[in-house]
Every structure is written in structure tokens, then in C-alpha cells.
């Protein structure tokens, strides 16, 4: 309980804790608040006193006064916590409670020793001119009101009253003596902790300066070095701070620039900060170790100024030779093309006009874009497309010139310059280039290459134009490529797979022979049964992107068959990629769907799944059970049919099964 209470006192005292005791106007501020309090207690008392009993009623006007101006003041402290005004009015309030005091008791009583409690508030509270200013005019108005009275004063009466003022006012007296001593202590206290901090940030000063990865020095007047951290002397070199305490850091560090030439301490951005009393930075020059070896740097000067004097310098610095490095490698990677190492498009726009010179004229340019690369990427990854990426520039390097410009115009076109080079010339290193491509081979895709070629003749022809209409060749060239070599690619890729894998050729060519029967048997229309028969030859093409590794095991692990699930999804982009087969397309892309919606890779259900779609994975279903048994052929063509009757109404079409069923039996094919 007492706890309590004195921590609601200490919170009353300092304005809720607004005012801490590391804070210089806490001791002031809670004498303020005590005074402020004792006032209003005090002057209401009087009021009633001095009308009551004493009949002065200007005594009680005056305590009145003093009661309003202390209620106001306090209430206006702990709102806006502005000591200053508040001190004021607290002593003038004790003037006037001391005023009226005196005008009540005249000399009765020994009640001027109260006197001598009115300086040491008043110097406690205030600053020490309007202390002496505000004691000095009461000092004048109690001589006056002394002289004034003293013919009607007789001697003072000593009784209760006198003993009551005697030790009422040596009770304050005491306690502003041990109020003062007490915040004395304090403030020695204070002090004596602030020299021990001072102690201890001085070593957390050069503890964070030796711990600190930027390396900092500092330099007189004269440029000598007065202190330098742990970094300074790690990347310099040097093993104590002695070796450069006292040093010209320029002729020690400085003297030479990157290059080699002198660097004269005129020029020194350094010694200039110091001179100009402005800050410096530089990452153009370098700092030379103890060893003579020299470091990229990058460095910060700042003026040391005292007394609106420049008496020093600290410079920080840090060793830049890494990011140096690295720039070097961005702004290579900025005119060169990574993946190649040729000119890329920046660099080209950049130097073309070195090129575009009456010196060179013929100037040819030839545009290149290769064919198969997305299909390359799409197929077998980035790293594929990446290899035939290299491979082409490599061909176009060797068969230019020296003095030729090779450039990566964008992801898959190229650009070449050939300066001193007719039309027919140009012609010879087109048909060059055609003829290195032709056995350019990009996993199972055969790539080729789509050129455009125009030459400038004249200084007054635009190289804009130039190269605009070889551009507008290569894509006629590329459109021509495109549409005659559809058929042939797809041809390439499932012959590709077929090389790989014999078995998968028989499969394809049996699947497909039996979708076409099928098809016949459900009354298909011609080119439906042309593309039942081409869907099944073409259903597994997706396959071309697996391991072969995957495609001769018969029991394949969790990952290995995800992999093998993507087949048909890679058959999709494949035909859809061709116009000769973009409407088989769809139905490879469902053959692995099931008639009850548990297939892949959508989920299909019954009529959802294209017809072809059905077909195929009833003919494909077959043929894999029936080449996988060793049994005698009959016996091998029962056990696959019954895995087409045991399907039929969940994995089949069950009409479509039952129709295989009979034909197979109808017509004994032996496939």
C-alpha cells in the first residue's frame, strides 16, 4: 500500500512521468508541483481565515487571487508541460501568499522570518538574473512596508504563534538545504557517470572503428596522418598503427594514379577537401599497399572543422577492385552476347557507323534467323537450344572475314556485315552458309537457316534501308522454308524415335494399320480413316523427348513414369506446330484419356474423348499386350483381347471395343 502511494506521489510530481530523472528540470519540476499544490492548500485556508477571523478582507482578496493563479498554473502544467512560464507564476504567487501574510500579521508573532524562505525557492525555480531581480524588488517592497509600519508595531508577542513561525519557516529552510544538497549529490553523480560513459564511448569508439569493414584515417593540417582504424592497416598493408601515425598519407598512399603518372597533391581530391572545406569522393583512383602494389578505391573526404576552422580531414575507403572487375563484366556482357560471344544488337547500333563508311562500300549485309530453334527449346530445353545457338554463330565465324562483322541480332537471328563485298560475292558466302547448315542437328530436330542478303552500292543509299530489305528477304526465304519443310520434319522426328528404338517403329506402323481397319469397321468417312491411320503411326511421337533408357524398361519407377505420362502433351506441341498436322493433334494429345475419366493428362470422360482418340487406345492397347508375352501366337491374341473386353465400360469406348473384338475374330487378322 505505501508502495503505492508513493509511486502515485512520484507520478504527481513529474507530470505522469513525463519529466524522468535523467532529465535536468525533474528536481525543479517536482518542487514546482509541490509548491504549485501547497499554494492552492494554503491560500484556500487563508481565505476563509483572513474573512473570518481577521476581518482583512484585502488579505483574502489577495489569497484568492493567489489560489486562482495556482489552480490555473498547475493545470496548465500538466497539460503542456512548459516549466519556464509555470516557475514564474509560482513565485509570484509565493509573493503574494507572503504578501498577505505579512499584511495580517504586521510584526506580530516573529512572522518576518519567513522572510528567508522566499530566495532559496526563488533561485531554485528560476534562472539566476531573474532570481536576483525578482529578490531584489521584494527585498524593496518589505524595507518599504517595514518603514511604513514600524511606528505602529510594538515589540513582538512570543508565544505559541511565534514558536509556530519560528519552526515552520526553519522547516522549509531545512528542507530547501537538504533539497539543495540532495540535487548536488545527483548532478556530481550525474556527472561523475557521464565522465565514466565518456571513458567507455571513447573505447566503443575505437572498438567500432577497428571493428568497422570500411577503412577510416584521419589527417592534420599538414596531411599527416593522426589515427586510422584496423581496416585502414589490413588493406594497406601495414602492420601497427605506428607506421602511419605521422605519415604524409599522400606521398605515402597516393603519389601515383592508376596508370602510373605522378599524382601531384594539387590535383589531390583529398588535400582539396581539406583546402575548400567541402566533401570529396572519388572511385576513379587507386591506393598503393606497403608492398607497391596498388588497389581500386573508392574514398570519401570530410573536412575536419573546429572552431569555424578546417584543421583536418577523415577519409574513409574501401577496396573496389571486385566491382571494378564486375563492371568490366557488365558492360562486356552489354555489347556482347553471353551465350556466343559475338557483338550483340547494342553494340552493333553503337559501332555500325565505323562500318557504314564510303571506304567499304560494297557493304552486303546478310540477316539469318535459324529454323527449329523453338521447336528445339519447346522439345528438348533451353540447353539444346542453347548448343544450336552456338553452333551457328560458330558457322557464320567461319565462313566470314576477318574485317567481316558477325552480330546476334536477337534470339534467333544474326546479322553479318561484309564490307568490300558486291552482290554476287555475297552470294557465294550465302550458298556457303546454306551448305554448313545442312548437317546442323539439334537432337531429333534437323535445323536449317533462312537468309536474306542486299548490298549497298552508293555513299547515298540509307544502311537502314539496306538492311531492311535483307531482313524482308530472310523472311521470304523463311515463309518458303517453312511451308515446304513441314511434312519432312515430322518425318525426321518420328524417324528419329524409330532409330532409337525398333520397337517402337513396330509399334507405330501396327497401331496404325489397325486404327484404319477400325475406322473401315465403324463406317468412318475416307479421311477420317486416312487420319486414324496417320494419328496412330504419329500417337507416340511425343516419346521423342525421353531417355532411351525409359523406353526399353518394362517396369518403370514413380518418377520415371510422370515422365513417360508427358508423351502425349509433347505429341500435342509437336503437330500442332505444322499445319500438316495440326488436326491430328487433338487426338494424340487424348489417346492415354479413359472412358471412365480416370486417364491422362486431362481427365476425359466417355464422349468427351475425340473418337480418333478412342480408336488409338484401343488399337495401341492391343498391340503392346500383344508383343509383350513370349506364349504362341493364338494364345497371344485371346490374352490381348481379353484385356479389350475386360476394359470395355472403363479404360474403352465400350461399343468401339466390342466392334474391335469382332472384327479381330470376324476376320482373324493377325496383327
Known amino acids: 500500500m505505501t508502495g503505492n502511494k508513493t509511486r502515485l506521489i512520484e507520478a504527481y510530481l513529474s507530470n505522469n512521468h513525463r519529466f524522468v530523472k535523467t532529465d535536468p528540470l525533474y528536481r525543479k519540476v517536482s518542487l514546482l508541483n509541490a509548491l504549485l499544490s501547497i499554494m492552492l492548500l494554503n491560500c484556500s485556508v487563508f481565505v476563509v481565515v483572513d474573512i473570518f477571523f481577521f476581518k482583512m478582507y484585502t488579505a483574502a482578496a489577495i489569497n484568492a487571487a493567489a489560489v486562482v493563479f495556482a489552480l490555473a498554473a498547475l493545470l496548465y502544467f500538466r497539460k503542456t508541460n512548459r516549466y519556464e512560464p509555470v516557475a514564474k507564476v509560482s513565485v509570484i504567487i509565493l509573493l503574494m501568499c507572503l504578501a498577505a501574510f505579512f499584511r495580517v500579521t504586521q510584526n506580530q508573532h516573529y512572522g518576518f522570518v519567513w522572510l528567508f524562505v522566499f530566495p532559496p525557492i526563488a533561485y531554485f525555480l528560476l534562472n539566476r538574473i531573474t532570481a536576483r531581480l525578482v529578490t531584489g524588488l521584494f527585498a524593496a517592497y518589505m524595507l518599504y512596508f517595514v518603514l511604513t509600519g514600524a511606528r505602529a508595531w510594538g515589540p513582538a508577542a512570543f508565544g505559541a504563534p511565534s514558536i509556530f513561525n519560528i519552526a515552520g519557516a526553519a522547516l522549509c529552510l531545512v528542507f530547501m538545504i537538504a533539497y539543495y544538497e540532495s540535487s548536488r549529490e545527483d548532478v556530481w553523480e550525474e556527472l561523475n557517470a557521464a565522465i565514466l560513459l565518456l571513458d567507455e564511448s571513447r573505447k566503443d569508439l575505437r572498438l567500432i572503428l ?328 504419329l500417337h507416340d511421337i511425343g516419346k521423342i523427348v525421353l531417355d532411351e533408357a525409359i523406353l526399353r524398361k518394362d517396369t518403370l519407377t514413380d518418377e520415371e513414369y510422370e515422365k513417360l505420362k508427358q508423351h502425349p502433351a509433347v505429341g500435342y506441341r509437336i503437330l500442332g506446330l505444322f499445319n500438316d498436322t495440326l488436326d491430328l493433334a487433338e487426338y494424340v494429345y487424348s489417346h492415354h484419356e479413359r472412358w471412365d475419366g480416370t486417364g491422362y493428362p486431362r481427365g476425359l470422360r466417355g464422349a468427351q474423348i475425340p473418337l480418333l482418340s478412342r480408336v488409338i487406345a484401343i488399337a495401341e492397347t492391343y498391340e503392346r499386350v500383344l508383343n509383350k508375352s513370349a506364349l504362341p501366337l493364338q494364345e497371344q491374341r485371346a490374352t490381348a483381347l481379353d484385356v479389350i473386353r475386360g476394359g470395355a465400360g472403363t479404360q474403352f469406348d465400350p461399343q468401339i471395343a466390342e466392334s474391335f473384338v469382332q472384327m479381330m475374330e470376324r476376320e482373324n487378322i493377325s496383327i
Open 210 to 537: 577497428d571493428s568497422s569493414a570500411e577503412a577510416i584515417f584521419g589527417i592534420d593540417e599538414e596531411g599527416k596522418c593522426t589515427f586510422c582504424n584496423r581496416s585502414s592497416l589490413e588493406m594497406l598493408g601495414y602492420r601497427d598503427e605506428s607506421e602511419l601515425l605521422g605519415k604524409n598519407m599522400h606521398s605515402l598512399i597516393h603519389h601515383t594514379r592508376s596508370d602510373g603518372r605522378p599524382f601531384y597533391p594539387e590535383d589531390c581530391r583529398i588535400l582539396q577537401s581539406f583546402r575548400d572545406s567541402v566533401v570529396a569522393r572519388a572511385d576513379d583512383e587507386v591506393f598503393r599497399r606497403a608492398d607497391g602494389t596498388s588497389f581500386a578505391v573508392e574514398y570519401f573526404s570530410y573536412p575536419k572543422i573546429k572552431n569555424g576552422k578546417t584543421i583536418g580531414a577523415v577519409v574513409t575507403f574501401m577496396d573496389i577492385s571486385e566491382r571494378k572487375q564486375k563492371e568490366k563484366e557488365i558492360l562486356y556482357l552489354s555489347y556482347y552476347d553471353m551465350l556466343t560471344g559475338l557483338q550483340n544488337r547494342r553494340c552493333f547500333e553503337d559501332n555500325r557507323a565505323r562500318m557504314d563508311v564510303p571506304g567499304n562500300l560494297p557493304l552486303s549485309v546478310i540477316f539469318a534467323d535459324i529454323n527449329g530453334l523453338k521447336l528445339t527449346n519447346d522439345l528438348f530445353g533451353h540447353s539444346a537450344g542453347d548448343e544450336l545457338i552456338r553452333r551457328s554463330s560458330r558457322i557464320l565465324q567461319e565462313v566470314s572475314r576477318p574485317e567481316d562483322l558477325v552480330v546476334r541480332f536477337g534470339g534467333d537471328e544474326f546479322v553479318l556485315l561484309l564490307p568490300k563485298t558486291d552482290g554476287e560475292r555475297a552470294e557465294k558466302i550465302l550458298g556457303l552458309v546454306r551448305a554448313r547448315f545442312a548437317d546442323v542437328q539439334a537432337e531429333a530436330i534437323v535445323c536449317s537457316i533462312s537468309l536474306g542478303l542486299d548490298t549497298k552500292k552508293h555513299s547515298e543509299q540509307s544502311l537502314d534501308d539496306v538492311m531492311a530489305r535483307a531482313e524482308n528477304a530472310m523472311y521470304r526465304d523463311k515463309a518458303l522454308h517453312h511451308k515446304s519443310g513441314n511434312g519432312e520434319m515430322i518425318d525426321i522426328i518420328i524417324g528419329t524415335l524409330h532409330e532409337r528404338n525398333a520397337d517402337e517403329k513396330r509399334h507405330s506402323a501396327a497401331a496404325a494399320a489397325l486404327c484404319a481397319q477400325l475406322g473401315a469397321v465403324l463406317n468412318l468417312a475416307e479421311t477420317e480413316i486416312r487420319k486414324a491411320n496417320r494419328a496412330g503411326y
